[in-house]
């Protein structure tokens, strides 16, 4: 793909020698039927056609080439570049799909697991999930758990290796042990 571009530039600086060149041409012949008119007395037309006009096939075919290499050399810089954006956005699209994916297992494995539990566990997981290291006194208002119910549940929940509980200071905070 960089070669592509070098490519492309190299074209373009042949185009522009090529074009340089053509002018350079067109000039001195100017400059010669000029000379040549002079010496011929003024005469500017030679069997029914100006001397001028006859010299300007060359410089259109000139012309006409150096549009075509200016125009592939740009094209090969652009396509250079739309090709970069290509790769990025199927890189993007595939690592969303991984991540989508990766969040569908984790989904399926999550809901998989809620069906082996009671309500009240499944209360309790569902709310450590959406904020793991949740404090047990948020979790008992989220699950309208009494403290005695929702530490018997936390106390099962960590025997099945679902949770753990953090003692900080008073406070304990319960987080999720098994990745979902």
Known sequence: ??????????????????????????????????VLQLESGGECIKDGVCI????????????????????????LIFFEKSQEYIEKTQKELISTLHETKKKQDEDEKFNFLLKALNEDEKKIIKSVKEQDGIEQSTLRIRTDLSKAKLSVVLS????????????????NRIYIKTPF
């Open 1 to 34: 793909m960089v070669k592509n571009k070098i490519l492309g530039i190299i074209l373009i600086l042949i185009a522009l020698i090529f074009l340089s060149s053509i002018i350079i041409f067109k000039m001195q012949i100017s400059k010669l039927i000029t």
């Open 52 to 75: 001028h006009e006859q010299s300007n096939l060359p410089v259109y075919i000139g012309v006409g080439i150096v549009f075509l290499t200016l125009s592939l050399g740009l094209y």
């Open 156 to 171: 099962e929940l960590e025997k099945k290796n679902l949770i753990k509980k953090v003692p900080i200071g008073k406070k």
